[in-house]
């Protein structure tokens, strides 16, 4: 029998062969998943990937392509959405109380072991109720879709963690001082873009040293990914929460420090799974936060995105008090399947470029 070549492709029987213990853990988990909410009386929506805004996070790069009516001189700039987020809170607006989609999303520039250019996020909301209320439907989750797939534990990369132990709750600013020995809230005024010399001293101690030209967010990013990230979720999952006000443009601040956000990310052996918010719902603060995400875009990238009108228009009908989170299913599929790579969890890969 001749040798396998290395340059096989996805679709030859056995390079899928080495695959299909893992999608079968895959199909596994989506079963799960739609079953945990359908328990839940949630609704599963189904909206358009092709959209005015592809999403307003600064570094986040899109695919864009034009739309064509029946006229040949009707043309339309469109992106491919890195979210459906805006989509589904005007299906909150129209007043579904309960939902979720399994979406198919796409970010440009995006390639690794745990990342795709196409990938698929789930993502549901919660009218009428607090982002807390997102822990519990996270932890009830995944240790649903971890028992579907036969995992009692998850290892990836070294570590490893208990989904069925309690899980622990871990704050940013608290994250900072238990990993990296830095006080981050006594160098952050509060403001959108805080001056970075303070953090850049901080960071210079403990030897990551600054960027020419780094943001006090990048600054913030840096620590996170080298100090911080490798050891959240090692034993037990681990909520990060209560993030700066200025690194969550969607989500509101809470009542009892504007300063921090109503935001969290879960992780597990290391890997970032989860991003949630309470929702900001006043239409000019979102506006102005979109104008000064798109300045800084357009500052370090050259470009903007517009903005979706009808998302704004949506708010100011009045969006809902509500929660919302956005997991990436494919990760969680790895998880659960004891997969090292993306590709691993993938029916096909996208294309290679």
């Not at 790069?61 to 979210?83: I, K, V």
């Not at 439907?137 to 132990?165: M, N, T, Y």
């Not at 900001?280 to 050259?302: N, S």
Request: overall charge negative.
């Amino acid at each position: 029998m001749p040798s396998l070549p290395v340059s096989a492709p996805s679709w030859h029987p056995d390079v899928f062969a080495r695959r299909a213990p893992h999608l079968v853990a895959r199909s596994r988990v989506l079963g799960a998943v739609r079953g945990f909410f359908a328990d839940r009386d949630f609704a599963e929506v189904d909206t358009p990937a092709l959209q005015v805004s592809p999403g307003m996070e600064p570094h986040l790069l899109a695919f864009s392509t034009e739309l064509q009516g029946p006229n040949p001189d009707d043309r339309r700039r469109l992106y491919l959405h890195t979210s459906p987020e805006f989509a589904m809170k005007k299906l909150l607006v129209a007043g579904l109380p309960r939902l979720w989609q399994l979406a198919h999303v796409y970010r440009n520039g995006e390639r690794s072991g745990t990342h795709s250019p196409e990938f698929s996020m789930l993502e549901w909301y919660r009218a009428g109720e607090g982002y807390h209320r997102l822990i519990d439907d996270c932890r009830d989750l995944v240790r649903a879709a971890a028992h579907a797939a036969g995992r009692e534990r998850f290892s990836f990369r070294g570590l490893a963690c208990d989904p069925f132990a309690d899980w622990r709750i871990l704050t940013v600013p608290d994250a900072f001082q238990e990993y990296a020995g830095v006080d981050l809230m006594a160098t952050y005024d509060g403001s959108h873009d805080p001056d970075p010399g303070a953090l850049a001293a901080e960071a210079t101690r403990i030897g990551i040293i600054p960027h020419a030209g780094d943001r006090w967010e990048d600054i913030v990013f840096r620590i996170l990914f080298e100090r911080i990230e490798p050891h959240l979720g090692a034993g037990v999952p681990c909520v990060l929460t209560d993030y700066p006000l200025c690194m969550a443009a969607l989500s509101r601040p809470k009542p009892d420090n504007p300063r921090l956000a109503e935001r969290f990310e879960l992780y597990a052996c290391g890997l970032e799974l989860a991003n949630a918010f309470g929702e900001l719902t006043d239409a000019a603060v979102q506006r102005a936060r979109f104008d000064a995400d798109m300045d800084l875009k357009e500052r370090l990238y050259g470009e903007r995105f517009p903005v979706d009108e009808d998302f704004l228009a949506a708010l100011e009908h009045g969006l809902p008090d509500c929660s919302g989170i956005a997991l990436g299913f494919d990760r969680l599929a790895m998880l659960c399947a004891g997969a090292e790579d993306i590709a691993q969890v993938l029916w096909l890969p996208v294309a290679a470029v």
